[in-house]
């Protein structure tokens, strides 16, 4: 059961302009969210996150917004550069059994390809 | 430098060898896990060790066979694998929600 769904598997923008990046979840338990950016034969580094006790979250060129009542966020990125093309992935975190830790469910990821 | 660090980046294996994927973080953290990602599909969890101890297998089969030391250092040993099996192996450690990935392991099974 995908708990994390990114329905668009790819997008394409000119360098610029503003990248959304949407992201869908079903559990109602998740309380915090992250994006990954991952890179060919890369593992994924940490963009940005966000908490369920807020609505939005900004750093630099990327914010995240969070829409808990439709359970859904996205990523603006703006203004797009050639260097953002990657695999955006987006993550929930819940606690492993046992409750010490947490492991994240991933969706399936969005390629995003900025052209000059 | 990601904190994370494996080896090798690349393996080729026959479907009869035995091999190890070694996985160390640097990060002082207290959870380590496995990722496989294989083409077209999500990242999918397949094992997490908390304070050394796994806590998680997620129905991966025997032939994949986890293993723990301590805290920094994190295996995942191969046996008889299958060509399905070919994938990216990525190991992640994590002190609270957020995890730290590293470059992966590109396995390839022939």
């Known amino acids: 059961d995908q708990q994390v769904k990114q329905n668009s598997p790819s997008l394409s923008v000119q360098e610029g302009r503003i990248s959304i990046l949407n992201c869908d979840y079903t559990n109602s338990m998740f309380d915090y969210f992250l994006w990954y950016k991952k890179y060919p034969a890369e593992g994924p580094t940490f963009l940005i996150s966000?908490?369920?006790?807020?609505d939005k979250n900004e750093d630099g060129r990327f914010t995240v917004f969070l829409n808990k009542s439709a359970k859904h966020l996205s990523l603006h990125i703006v203004p797009s550069q050639p260097g953002d093309s990657a695999v955006y992935f987006c993550a929930a975190p819940y606690p492993n059994s046992g409750g010490s830790n947490y492991k994240l469910t991933f969706g399936k990821g969005t390629l995003l390809t900025v052209n000059p | 430098e990601t904190g994370v660090t494996q080896t090798p980046r690349h393996l080729v294996m026959g479907m009869t060898n035995k091999k190890s994927l070694k996985c160390e973080q640097h990060?002082?953290?207290?959870?380590m896990y496995w990722y496989k990602q294989s083409a077209k599909k999500p990242l999918e969890l397949m094992f997490v060790?908390?304070?050394?101890?796994?806590?998680e297998n997620n129905s991966v089969p025997s032939r994949f066979s986890p293993e723990c030391p301590n805290s920094s250092h994190l295996f995942l040993h191969l046996h008889t694998l299958q060509p399905e099996d070919s994938a990216l192996y990525l190991c992640?450690?994590?002190?609270?929600?957020?995890?730290?990935f590293g470059q992966g392991t590109r396995l390839t099974v022939v």
């Open positions: 966000i908490s369920s006790i807020k």
């Open positions: 990060l002082g953290h207290n959870a």
């Open positions: 992640a450690s994590s002190q609270d929600r957020e995890a730290f």
């Open positions: 060790y908390s304070l050394e101890e796994r806590v």
